[in-house]
């Protein structure tokens, strides 16, 4: 099977943009969640979608949204970004309960200039 | 609130000695723990989980144990190796919200 990938694998952009990440899962899986890594602070849960519906929600500011199409394709938004948001940004599927493991995307770089 | 806490955040080990990543959580109704390994410029990848009904779980030269009382759940690597150099991630699920929430990482080095 495919593993999970991530688009694009690098982004550059500036203060105040907004930016939209894309996932698409291992066949079959039907959870994505997003997180956040940064140094220091490790893999930051943003969300989590099932089923098109956002399940679960991290303690982010409503800048960061996102959605999940049919086909259990996932995108992450982030709108009016700021300097913080610079981060690598991790993709991760699942069958369908958190008890499954989860398969990590390469992830997508951000910089925020 | 929920919270994963991980120690320590680096850990330096002679290769062939072992080393001990230890993690705490807040919510005592967790029930999953997993543990996941991120190589450098690498995607993270699962190595080793342990649910609450059992208090340790062994695969190979890595264990996990678990004590639900204490709230703390620890990683141990045996006979360390040059590829085990790499950041470990430990995680909780949340059962009142079914979150997987993650420590911030421990960098592990094995000196040769």
């Known amino acids: 099977k495919a593993g999970v990938t991530q688009t694009p694998r690098y982004l550059i952009k500036t203060r105040g943009q907004q930016v939209t990440l894309s996932c698409s899962p291992i066949?079959?899986?039907?959870?994505v969640s997003w997180y956040q890594q940064t140094p220091g602070q490790g893999l930051q849960f943003l969300f989590e979608y099932f089923s098109e519906t956002q399940r679960n929600k991290g303690n982010f500011p409503g800048r960061f949204s996102g959605r999940q199409f049919s086909n259990s394709r996932s995108e992450m938004n982030v709108s009016t970004l700021e300097l913080g948001d610079s981060a690598l940004y991790l993709c991760a599927s699942s069958l369908d309960n958190p008890y499954n493991e989860q398969f990590f995307g390469p992830g997508t770089r951000l910089t925020v200039l | 609130g929920e919270n994963v806490e991980q120690h320590p955040s680096t850990l330096s080990v002679q290769e062939g000695d072992s080393a001990v990543i230890k993690c705490t959580y807040s919510d005592s109704a967790s029930n999953y723990f997993p543990w996941y390994k991120q190589e450098l410029g690498k995607r993270p990848q699962l190595i080793i989980d342990i649910r609450s009904n059992v208090g340790e779980k062994k695969d190979q030269r890595i264990a996990v144990t678990l004590n639900k009382t204490a709230k703390h759940f620890s990683l141990h690597i045996t006979e360390t190796q040059p590829e085990d150099s790499a950041v470990y991630f430990c995680?909780?699920?949340?059962?009142?919200?079914?979150?997987?929430?993650f420590g911030k990482g421990t960098r592990l080095h094995i000196l040769p």
């Open positions: 995680a909780g699920l949340m059962n009142r919200d079914d979150k997987i929430i």
């Open positions: 066949s079959g899986h039907r959870s």
